[in-house]
C-alpha cells in the first residue's frame, strides 16, 4: 500500500475521484481514504496546514494502514531558478528552515535526538516519479526541499533559506512527514508543483497559480499509479 499524503483539499481532491472501491476511516480530526488507483494500493489523506498536523497524519497513517512509502504532493514556492510554475521539484531530502537551535552551538535546521540536518528521501522512488514527470513533459528538478511553519513570501527569506540549506522548494509539511517516515524506517518523496516564487510576489501568485499546479502533481501521481 502506498500513502499519500497532501496539505489541502486542493491537492488532493482530484486524485481520490480515481479511487475505486473508497473506505474512509477518520482518526484524530484527519480522514483516511483507501482503495485502489491503477495498480496499486492506496490510503490518501489531507493532513491540513503546517508541521504538527503532517506529523500527527504521518504518524496514524503508518500506525494504521503500514504503507510501505509514503508520498507528500502538493503545492511549493520556488526558491531555484530551475523551478517556474507549473514545474515539479522532488526531494533529494528534507530540511525545516525553521529548527532553530544555534543559540546553543547547534547548526541551523538540526533537529535534536536525530542530530541530523537533513533527512534524506527514498532514491528509488524519487527517480520513479521524476521519470513518470519526464514522460508527461513536465519540468523537474531534484534536491533538498525546505518545510517551516510559515508561507515565504519575502527575498528576505527565499535568500536565508537558500543559502542556509541548499533548498530548491518551501513549503510547509514535507520535512514533518520525512521525519516521521525517518522514525519509522518508512521510505518517503516529497513531490510538489510550483505555485509561486516565494518571494514579494507570491502573494498575488499562488491564489493564481496553485490550482493548476495542484493539477500538475496528480496528474504525475495518476501516471506514477498506472505503473
Ligand atoms: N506553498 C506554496 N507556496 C508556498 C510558499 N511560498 N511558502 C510556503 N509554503 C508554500
Same mark, same amino acid.
Given at each position: 500500500?502506498?500513502?499519500?499524503?497532501?496539505?489541502?483539499?486542493?491537492?488532493?481532491?482530484?486524485?481520490?475521484? +480515481?479511487?475505486?472501491?473508497?473506505?474512509?476511516?477518520?482518526?484524530?480530526?484527519?480522514?483516511?481514504?483507501?482503495?485502489?488507483?491503477?495498480? +496499486?494500493?492506496?490510503?490518501?489523506?489531507?493532513?491540513?496546514?503546517?508541521?504538527?498536523?503532517?506529523?500527527?497524519?504521518?504518524? *496514524?497513517?503508518?500506525?494504521?494502514?503500514?504503507?510501505?512509502?509514503?508520498?507528500? *504532493?502538493?503545492?511549493a514556492g520556488s526558491l531555484s531558478s530551475l523551478l517556474n510554475i507549473g514545474s515539479i521539484a522532488v526531494s533529494s531530502?528534507?530540511v525545516?528552515h525553521?529548527?532553530? *537551535?544555534?543559540?546553543?552551538?547547534?547548526?541551523?535546521?538540526?533537529?535534536?535526538?536525530?542530530?541530523?540536518?537533513?533527512?534524506?528521501?527514498?532514491?528509488?522512488?524519487? *527517480?520513479?516519479? &521524476?521519470?513518470?514527470?519526464?514522460?508527461?513533459?513536465?519540468h523537474t528538478a531534484s534536491g533538498p526541499i525546505a518545510?517551516?511553519?510559515?508561507?515565504v513570501?519575502?527575498a528576505?527569506?527565499k535568500t536565508?533559506i537558500t543559502d542556509t540549506f541548499g533548498a530548491i522548494a518551501c513549503e510547509?509539511?514535507?520535512? &514533518?512527514?520525512?521525519?516521521?517516515?525517518?522514525?519509522?524506517?518508512?521510505?518517503?518523496?516529497i513531490?510538489r508543483a510550483i505555485s509561486d516564487s516565494a518571494d514579494?510576489?507570491s +502573494?498575488?501568485?499562488?491564489?493564481?497559480?496553485?490550482?493548476?499546479?495542484?493539477?500538475?502533481?496528480?496528474?504525475?501521481?495518476?501516471?506514477?499509479?498506472?505503473?
Amino acid at each position: 500500500m502506498i500513502g499519500i499524503i497532501a496539505a489541502m483539499n486542493v491537492e488532493m481532491e482530484a486524485l481520490r475521484a +480515481h479511487i475505486e472501491n473508497p473506505v474512509s476511516e477518520t482518526v484524530s480530526g484527519v480522514t483516511f481514504v483507501r482503495g485502489r488507483i491503477g495498480n +496499486h494500493e492506496v490510503v490518501t489523506a489531507v493532513c491540513g496546514i503546517g508541521k504538527v498536523f503532517a506529523a500527527l497524519c504521518a504518524q *496514524t497513517m503508518i500506525l494504521r494502514y503500514a504503507p510501505e512509502k509514503v508520498i507528500n *504532493t502538493g503545492v511549493a514556492g520556488s526558491l531555484s531558478s530551475l523551478l517556474n510554475i507549473g514545474s515539479i521539484a522532488v526531494s533529494s531530502c528534507v530540511v525545516q528552515h525553521d529548527m532553530d *537551535t544555534s543559540p546553543l552551538g547547534d547548526p541551523l535546521g538540526l533537529i535534536s535526538g536525530i542530530n541530523k540536518v537533513e533527512l534524506p528521501a527514498d532514491k528509488l522512488l524519487c *527517480t520513479d516519479l &521524476a521519470a513518470c514527470a519526464g514522460e508527461l513533459g513536465i519540468h523537474t528538478a531534484s534536491g533538498p526541499i525546505a518545510s517551516g511553519d510559515q508561507f515565504v513570501a519575502s527575498a528576505e527569506r527565499k535568500t536565508f533559506i537558500t543559502d542556509t540549506f541548499g533548498a530548491i522548494a518551501c513549503e510547509m509539511e514535507g520535512a &514533518a512527514v520525512g521525519q516521521v517516515c525517518y522514525v519509522n524506517s518508512v521510505p518517503f518523496c516529497i513531490l510538489r508543483a510550483i505555485s509561486d516564487s516565494a518571494d514579494g510576489s507570491s +502573494h498575488m501568485d499562488y491564489p493564481t497559480f496553485v490550482k493548476m499546479a495542484a493539477e500538475q502533481s496528480v496528474k504525475l501521481m495518476l501516471r506514477y499509479l498506472s505503473k
